[in-house]
């Protein structure tokens, strides 16, 4: 008795240590720690931009569907009470008094922030210069605006800062105080929260606090009942993506079990024998947790439930043993029987798997990791543990005459031969014409949000002028001033390129934070005020001006000279905003990433660039990760495919028998791929682990009909198991195929469709000819 | 001749003192029948700032319902366009562009002109307190902002015409400053 149990108190012992691995373990669900490691300077700015950028905290907010007045009113009701909420740390919606903040925080500091305050600017003769333009302004048709700043400013240090910080971006129109939407039919916020972008509770309960503040406003405000809110944002996505995956997982994995379960009770009529047969899946999964956590240090949530999608081939192992036990002998015997054939079946799929352990994507050497450790784990418990379980005289009663369809196949199984090999050749000919624009070539497709959401993003950013660029300049600096004093550089630099047209624009940092050298530079500048008078009186030699019309020039020149210099945390929040998107602290130092308008002619921009400073393109970063994608799709492909030959070669040592497995597993995958891309569709670097467990799930398929012999009723068994474990796996993996979320629906369809090719081609190909006379 | 240019001082005299058909509205709607009108200004700008007066000269023209251009062609070309809710400024070789609506103390500004030119009584009554003098043949309509903020630009608008033409416009920011523009239409057409 005691040497019959040994194996399950290891099990449970290994079982226990796995789960308090499970629970300790770090869950992440960055998208960025599913992608490859950044090495690139682009490639780290745009990480930063994406991870912990003042960008990732926008959420961007319409109002519609009610009159204008009552959608202005609405609007800024809103705004006063988000102003209020802790969970904003920013709210802009074109109202007069941000607005207004904003012109008086320039207006004030306009010294320290013109780069016309030099002391050329000051002298006579830049004094008188100002002057005479001044005096045409005052003739023209702005006179009555130039009148009423020049006393104070006749140098003219304000009216340049309004253009150079209106940068690229042109904002939104304003009527009555109210961003509007170019159609007059929605108004406009822009908000930040306080919150980092990737803590999505914080970024949920920012929401919420939208939402709700938007229905008490509208449920005081006579006629606009039917007021609609609207909102996106990197925040707004990230928390979308994550309740439509809980749900969806959740709904999908508990329809997907049910369908698997269905079809064991009506095979097995015993829910001992359902639960025992989970045991293998349940402890593969805890095995595969346990054992990333170990060799990573984080689990990354789409392992977690991507993973489990990928070793439920483990309860096709219980299914063989179950199912294959008779009546009369017990499953010990049956697994002493079956046991070469699983485990072969075992090895290849997690040589198969050991594939994705050299993948640069993070994501995927972890899927391999999980998988490996799980089959493992899985086939070891069906071996050792399950057999001890499984009561004396136990066997599948409904499962008799479950294998019909493949014994009809096999029954005419040299024209069910010369049709799949047709198939086959047409699949192979017809894959090899299509010739290239297989892959999936828009990472945004592997989100899960519908196209409707991410057009409104598009909409809503075009509105508020806040297109993401498409090309940036990037660099790193130590420091924060140091990262001003290369963006002050490159200020003359890409003005010039402007003007000669090889650029449209540009925003640089420095023009909202000038560095706090070339702060203390340009008050310098400053002269003092017995000396800036009487450069002045000199300077109005000839000139029409009333000698005591600037009184408000001296005062503010004066103050200049002594006031603060001005930091991040002096800036109003709207500039505050527009700096956080540019400037970025990072582990590796200050990041900075500097939107440029049109870029007309790249070479000529990066010819002119100083060392350090780089020309980013965002479509070529993007086509950068995908063809690192389509090469590492490619290599787990054909590694995959060579460590489960060398393993079938090993073991069953003649070509012949290799090529009975492998042929059919080949044809398989190939009318499979053809089927998944001929419609128009495109191959994921999802459904490429979805092939990988096609082969792993089939090889068994193939193994199970080449080992079959003349005994009938042993056969009958087999083909039982086998149709079985096909059903089950059609079953589940065809539900997640309804997912929404691109990776449940790849692996599902993928899944669900090769397998039963594999199916297919395994009982016309690798089975032995059905005998005459059973 | 001579007793011809009696008859017009006696009617302008008589215009001047009484004249109960002589309405606001009924001034709007003879202006609303202007098609498009051109003219030739000469501009006086007399600033608190300035110890001599500013003067240029150049011309205007006017195509309703919203098409309002006024080029200077001394001291300096300059070229001001109105259209819609757009206006591009021309000077110096630069060209700028706006909407009313981003500055909309402007706004104030060149709609009180418009919409007295396209007889738009409902767009003047917006922006303005208006008040009517004279008759039909020397007419005087007085505009002050309610706005405290254009009125700080604009601290009244003196139109001055005949009939459907406009000679004069006249106005003055809060500190004082004033702007006197003579303005002699040429051409006119009207429905």
Known sequence: MRDRLWPIWLWLAAMLACALFAVRAHYRTDMGDFLPKAHSLGQTALEAQVNGGGAAKLLLVSIDGASAPALEALNKTLASRLRKAPEFAAVLNGDDTSLAQTQAFVWKNRYLLSPGTTAQAFSVAGLHQALKNGLALLGSDLGGVAAQTLPADPTDAALGLAQSLGGTASGPQTENGVWMSPSG????????????????????????????????????????AAARLRMTGPGVFAVQTRDVTKRDVTRLSLLASAGAVLFLLLAYRSPLAIGLGLLPVASGALAGIAAVSLVFGFVHAITLGFGVTLIGEALDYSVYLLTQTRQEGGARATMARIWPTLRLGALTSIAGFAAMLGSSFTGFAQLGVFSMAGLATAVGVTRFVLPRLVPDGFFARGAAGIGWPLRWVQRRQRTMQFFLAGVASLALLALGLHGGGMWQTDLLSLSPLPPATQALDKALRAQLGIIPPHDFLAWREGSEQQALAVSEALEPVLAKLTTQGALNGFSLPSQILPSRATQQARRAALPDDAAL???????????????????????????????????????????????????????????????????????????????????VSLNRQSALLLRLFEHEAEALAICGSLAILVILAVFLRTWRKVARVALPLGAAVLVAAAALTLGGGKLSIFMVAGFLLIVAVGSNYCLFFAGQGEDGPARERAFASIMLANLCTVAAYGVLSLSVIPVLHDIGETVALGTFLCLLYGAAFAAPAEPRNP | MRAKSLVICGLILLSAQTAPNFTLPGLMAQLAQVNSASASFTQTKTMAMLTTPLRSSGTLSYEAPDYVRKTTLAPERQDFVLQGNTVTLTMNGQTKRFTLSQAPQLAGLVEGVRATLAGDLPELQRYYDTSLSGGPVHWQLLLRPHDASLAKMLAWMNLTGSGDKITEIDSADAKGDETKMLVNETILHAR
């Open chain 1, 533 to 615: 008078r009487a450069r002045f009186s000199k300077a109005l030699s000839g000139l029409p001006f009333q000698a005591d019309a600037f009184a408000p020039f001296f005062q503010d020149v004066a103050a200049a000279r002594t006031g603060p210099l001005l930091t991040p945390a002096s800036l109003p929040p709207p500039m505050a905003l527009k700096l956080q998107s540019m400037l970025t602290h990072t582990d590796k130092g200050w990041v900075v990433l500097a939107p440029l308008g049109t870029v007309k002619a790249p070479t000529a921009v990066r010819a002119a660039l100083p060392p350090g400073v780089v020309l």
């Open chain 1, 185 to 224: 039919h929605a108004t406009l916020l822009l908000l930040r929260t306080q919150a980092p972008g990737f803590d999505l509770d914080a970024q949920q309960r920012a929401q919420a606090v939208l939402t709700r503040d938007f229905s008490a406003a509208r449920l005081a405000m006579p006629g606009a």
